[in-house]
């Protein structure tokens, strides 16, 4: 249930009522919402005098549920980009999947530019699953993030792949992403609820669509209203591609959730071979924007080698999406 | 192994060379085929003075292969319709997914013409899950689809769901469609195999591509060159949707293989309010074909009642497949 | 729902009642057993008169159930091999994949004796993925086995691969298997509904528990009650085993239904290694029997060759697998 | 490649070594060890001389793999309890799923000391999939299972969630518990990598074998050796239980890792119905422990209420599980 308080009750009050009614809450302008589990279908009688109005929900997607708010979220990075709301756009982001050295972001800043692609995106804490591999720069990392934030007017979406780093990523990140793997961290999803940038949160390749939503609610109900969820492939039998891009599971949440969704065709397939047919079919999807990984020689890349693009790919796919943007309806950036 | 013996050998011979060297065989024009495992790597010798040419492949995906044959095959329903080949056409079925009634039949053929949809899908016998569903009227819905093939100059596309009743499909289809469930049939692979009709191999939800294009083999290493590829939708942990549309799977099809492929999202998907955007998802993938279930009453339709689409909700998807199509340079048929 | 009419109905009234009410129904005794779908939850007032008594179902799985008939059923194979009922037994059938040679089945029915294992498993028609693969020896193959079973006396289960000799296999066997391949296929299932003999019936490795049992119930509601259910690993994310064995399955099957269940680890694990223990693991599950793939020769197997162990890995494992059994009050036959 | 360096090299050449040879390592006893990717096939020459003896391996499965060392390792929890090494013991763990007051812990451990079980399992920080269900009760849960370890000499495994409890975890648990959403976390597994306490690594539901060998690869290469595997059930297709139990996966991980296994059937099945079962076929597995979840009164527990089992089903299927441990040659403790 999602309870909105009157305007003008004492926060001693509201912080009692929330522990006494097992409630979350956050301020919104002037307003407290609490929110409390959906199986609770009838308006606890301590909190009726302050209730301005609430709404009963059918699971625990509340806050992201078009149920509760129809119209899709708008999420701004800087001034000038819009995901979500009525801005039909879709946004193309772009970048290495790791951030390697300063020249190789330099390059790949550049071919952004070239593009008019406005974010960049590339990891610093790379989630591998052998110690072995490749782990990422880490700070320095970030650090030349920022370097080509100044230097090329872009933003940049770096990951955070655990709580312990997770307060560089968001001081560095305009958009925060959660990766696959981090996607029920409470740890990160609560630094994450509490601050007020974008995050961009990826979907478990295990976890279902109502535990992908669920961990958007944990941001949600920390009062940052910023989160834009990101389709990348979830895990099947099938192995001779890396993923399997989940668009069924695209057009569930485009129906059942107010927030902007981003899809990246880069991870799903695992080979560059089937990326650009798989953005073409995003855009089709009419979604709000595209991560696709680019690598100035993807051969000799540190990790993700098979899949990202190099920009000659990358340059002819991205003219190739505009006409179906427009087809249907979409402003490609 | 693919040998192609040299022409003009005599027929008992080519009986004895191909049970000797276990080798299954076909003629084409003049010359024979002859097909053994693809473990075997070298020429075996007794074959050697009658070989023209050989080709070792690397899995038993082989007639089916870039590598065997680098052209997409082309497959001609009538005279007029074109599958593939240089035809960069995208024909979109539809109809029913049962036929019901003659009534019911003859209205969905109706609004296929309206739309200027060329061929017309419908069930006869039904693969269902529990015998205590309806199972589809059988031969004589055979029969009424034939009356509207006359009637309208509509192609039909129908379902054999075992051998028992293969030769009746056979006869009444002008397409053989194979179901998810029929997929590893050898009794329905083999039947097709010997006919020179178009077939429509559905992929099994629980099938890997690997295993998928194996079974268009069985079809292909008996002569019938005409087999059409059709991804549906996969099983996944994933419960929301009904299945898992796989089109990283249909970019590994149309990267390795050398047939047409068609997608129904309608099965995908299993709920109709998400099977536009898929569809626009599919042309933007540049494939041969659609399959979209549509009925006159969805609500009272005998099986699949969640997916299919009224008529008008197809027409106006059916409209905005055009720009898209355009936009990758394939034609909407 | 299920409906059991009063006895001493005219066979015509029956067949009448039958279609009028859509019910699928079988003659028990003196009595008919009429059924209809489980979504009718109301008995049709024209079949109110005749009605003995009744019972409505939560889903599909009916006759199958324990709601239905709380009490597990008995199988016989003869007069002395008994599934399920009070047995208490759990029995292991033993033999190679294919039948390959007299001389193989030969050995292998040896094998059989020594170790007081009473049925003898062998494949006649192989259900592979590839046509270029060792397809089975067909009717030759069912000759070879009807010679072991007159020699040792033994019985024979083998498997129907398509309707197309499903008459062949239901002659010669003295347990129709119904292969994991063939699961949904109606033909099959059809003709073994209509005979008084075991069948065993595999679980699709893509197929929900819903949809194993509800195939059962196409056997069931044509009067053949003489059915096992088959277990043998479903299909998953996991590559390092050929598949996952569903023991959770396996509990489900025992906790809602009446039908005597038996485990296939070989199929399930791919590979010998893994066998005994698994093995180990079914009889403690304490289920109704036991397949076990094994080959004189394992290496040069004609299919599946990793996962076939040799006799001394099978006398083995058998001699383990008795106090086990005993520890959970079965007897291992 | 696994390095075994000579004894005696000096600590700031180690480091530089390391530095230079992208080389993970610890010192066992006087001896450093050097990791680095299996996929470098030759000893790098900067080590030569430095070099007692090294191993190339197949995988990025090393420290943990059979070809690096046969023997199970063997991991103490205090001075008496023995997981795998030579001791043959199969261990029961029981408790809540959560701790959720002195007074329903300190009933569970005396449920543990009755049956003479001596490690207790109970959860402070749960990883819910919704932020609006109980999340556990934190540091406040770690001091009441302080609290029963010392009242019952019993000890104690519990969860940690996320990183940033990661300190308290491993500061009052005798065994860290990383759970299967966690099993990704670098955060958690570096810290566990640096102390020298037992920790029980999950299976993520989503990963593979392969990933979750490697989870605990990052944690073997920091050089702490005492990590036990459990497998609690992976995602599939298959919704009538919670997870699919894999036991091909178990067979797997005994035949090919020198870890010791533990077996948790609570969270595959997911309803107390078929624990029993599952829990007797894990014992007929040779596994080295068992996880049951058990509550007072299963009906009220905040969480997992439906899979666990009441101290009447506990004590009852305890008591079956000896005479199979005994019959596989386990001590059951």
Chains 1, 2, 3, 4 share one sequence.
Not at 196 to 211: D, N, W, Y
Not at 276 to 305: F, N, W, Y
Request: glycine residues 8%; negative net charge.
């Amino acid at each position: 249930m999602i309870i909105h308080l009157k305007e003008g009750i004492d926060d001693n009050i509201v912080l009692a009522l929330a522990e006494q009614n097992e409630c979350l809450y956050y301020k919104k302008n002037n307003q407290y919402i609490f929110i409390n589990s959906s199986s609770v279908k009838q308006l606890p009688q301590a909190l009726e005098s302050y209730t301005e109005s609430f709404k009963v929900l059918s699971s625990d997607i509340q806050l992201a549920s078009k149920e509760y708010q129809a119209e899709k979220r708008e999420i701004r990075v800087g001034e000038e980009i819009i995901f979500g709301g009525n801005s039909n756009n879709t946004i193309v982001i772009t970048g290495p999947c790791s951030v390697e050295s300063e020249e190789q972001l330099d390059i790949s800043a550049q071919n952004c530019v070239k593009n008019g692609v406005k974010i960049i995106r590339a990891g610093c804490y790379k989630p591998r699953t052998s110690p072995y591999s490749f782990q990422g720069l880490g700070k320095e990392g970030l650090i030349l993030l920022d370097g080509v934030r100044k230097k090329y007017g872009l933003k940049v979406i770096t990951e955070v792949r655990d709580a312990t780093h997770v307060e560089d990523v968001i001081e560095y990140a305009d958009i925060i992403q959660i990766g696959a793997k981090a996607m029920y961290d409470q740890g990160i999803l609560r630094a994450c609820s509490e601050i007020r940038k974008p995050v961009l949160l990826k979907r478990g390749f295990g976890s279902t669509l109502q535990e992908f939503v669920q961990a958007a609610e944990f941001i949600l109900s920390g009062g940052n209203e910023q989160v834009i969820l990101c389709e990348r492939g979830i895990r099947t039998f099938e192995t001779k591609t890396r993923f399997t891009f989940d668009l069924c599971g695209v057009a569930y949440l485009k129906q059942y959730t107010n927030l902007p969704v981003v899809l990246d065709p880069s991870h799903a397939m695992g080979y560059a071979y089937g990326v650009a047919d798989l953005a073409r079919a995003s855009v089709a999807m009419g979604v709000d924007g595209l991560l696709i990984e680019t690598h100035p020689t993807p051969k000799i890349a540190k990790s993700d080698a098979a899949q990202q693009l190099d920009f000659n790919q990358f340059n002819e796919m991205y003219q190739s999406l505009e006409p179906i943007a427009k087809a249907v309806g979409k402003n490609l950036i």
